[in-house]
């Protein structure tokens, strides 16, 4: 009786065939994952922290005449978050640690900063120089690999939004005229490949409906 079965050059071919396509497609996977991380944690991020606010009003009144912070610091934005949004938001930790910035050069820089960690892996730093402003990792582990516009994300406290005319955070866009095609080409704050701080990175993201678009530059 003769058996039925594949011959080692088969095996070999087949398991050829399957190292190949892998290797195609799980660079795409690995990027698509995580996007939609990036994607997930922004708007969960934008979503509790304006939750935030509003149930902070309800014990502190609005927060138009909050006390905003005098003076720039570690401290002054650590005072702020403890005085108006640390009862009202879930985080595990707070810890002053090392972050790393640009200057107007491009150029990295280390400073220290308060980082609150969330469950979920994510971190804010909150700093106020002239304003409230507010960095938001993805992943808190890598604070020290800013890699802007996939793990750091810009965002600031504005205390009379312009359109709903209530406080609240929202991704920076100092500077912004308005249109997407700005939110890209700005020099130093647009959203691209060339751009040294690419602050505009999140209002991008949230301009396109909460989504990272094909031109993004990943």
């Not at 690995?30 to 969960?44: A, M």
């Not at 400073?111 to 507010?134: C, E, N, P, V």
């Not at 308005?178 to 939110?183: F, K, N, Q, S, V």
Request: charged share 20%; hydrophobic share 35%; net charge positive.
């Amino acid at each position: 009786m003769s058996k039925n079965g594949f011959t080692l050059a088969e095996v070999l071919i087949t398991l050829g065939i399957i190292g190949v396509v892998a290797a195609i497609t799980m660079p795409s996977l690995i990027k698509h994952y995580q996007q939609q991380v990036v994607i997930s944690r922004l708007k969960k991020f934008y979503t509790n922290i304006n939750q935030a606010i509003k149930m902070s009003e309800v014990e502190n009144g609005s927060c138009e005449n909050w006390d905003m912070p005098t003076g720039d610091g570690n401290y002054v934005g650590l005072a702020f978050f403890n005085k108006y949004l640390a009862n009202y938001l879930k985080y595990h930790d707070v810890s002053l640690s090392d972050i790393v910035t640009y200057d107007e050069h491009g150029n990295k820089n280390a400073i220290q900063r308060y980082l609150i960690k969330f469950a979920d892996g994510s971190a804010m730093t909150i700093h106020y120089s002239g304003g409230i402003d507010i960095s938001f990792y993805i992943y808190a582990s890598k604070i020290t690999d800013a890699q802007l516009g996939k793990n750091k994300f810009s965002f600031d406290f504005e205390k009379n939004n312009s359109k709903s005319k209530k406080c609240s955070v929202e991704p920076y866009t100092l500077t912004w005229d308005g249109t997407r095609e700005h939110l890209k080409t700005h020099p130093r704050y647009g959203c691209s490949e060339t751009s040294i701080a690419k602050t505009f990175c999140a209002k991008l993201i949230q301009y396109d409906g909460w989504k990272i678009s094909k031109d993004y530059p990943w």
